[in-house]
């Protein structure tokens, strides 16, 4: 079965239809930069040209990086603010043409499907995946079961959102040698442990294409802490799982 999966981010908007008897990319994902400012109106146009690059007419699953429920968007933490309080499942599904659309927070997304196809298959206890990109976001499973909208990436962390310290873009922006943000990445996973005692870690994002640079340097965790099997693919594969019950 093939349902169409788009990933919004800070920095870019990628999709692809997936194929989830296999838990991967039917084709290879179109990717466009996210329009600075980041509104409601730009993303939209931007995810209507991912899917129409497609010629994709049937139901359309959508992450987003912030709070989504029912449909309704109520944090924006790296997107502009008019997002706040948007229902961007009727908003994107209007700019479609009236194809159906479900939106959920991009973590979440990310962790149903490596918690389906990926790393966490057939894990329990309490699993958290963290996705680090342009901020940090976390998807929280215990027993298999997804807790929503956990966005832990807000959590304090030396008197900042820990997200302006161990993301990839705060090892970017301050020029950070993979030492420097390792540090960094470990005191937020202790800080994250010491709250939630979990099993296993899972990192995705992209850096996860690259988990020889980073993870050997990461001590003193208890919890075992892999890469996302499906890598940056994750969030695609997430949203076309969300929008396997609708229909046309």
Known sequence: MQIFGV??????????????????????????????????????????????????DGPVGVTFPGVVTGGVTRTAANMDKGWIGVDTATLLSQRLGGQPVTVLNDADAAGIAEMTYGAGKGRGGTVIMLTLGTGIGSALFTDGRLVPNTELGHLELKGHDAEKRASVKAKE????????????????????????????????????????????????????????????????VGAAMAARGLKQ
């Open 173 to 236: 922006d301050g020029d950070l040698t993979w030492e420097r943000w390792a540090h960094r990445v470990q005191r937020y996973l202790e800080h994250v442990e010491m709250l939630f005692s979990p099993d296993l870690f899972i990192i995705g994002g992209g850096v996860s294409r690259k988990p020889e640079k980073f993870l050997p340097l990461i001590e003193d965790v208890r919890a075992e802490i892999v890469p996302a099997k499906l890598q940056n693919n994750a969030g695609i």
């Open 7 to 56: 990933d919004i981010g800070g920095s870019g908007i990628k999709g692809a239809p997936a194929d989830l008897d296999r838990g991967e990319l039917a084709q290879e994902r179109h990717k466009v930069l996210t329009p600075q400012p980041a509104t409601p109106d730009g993303v939209a146009g931007c995810v209507v040209e991912v899917v129409r690059h497609f010629d994709w």
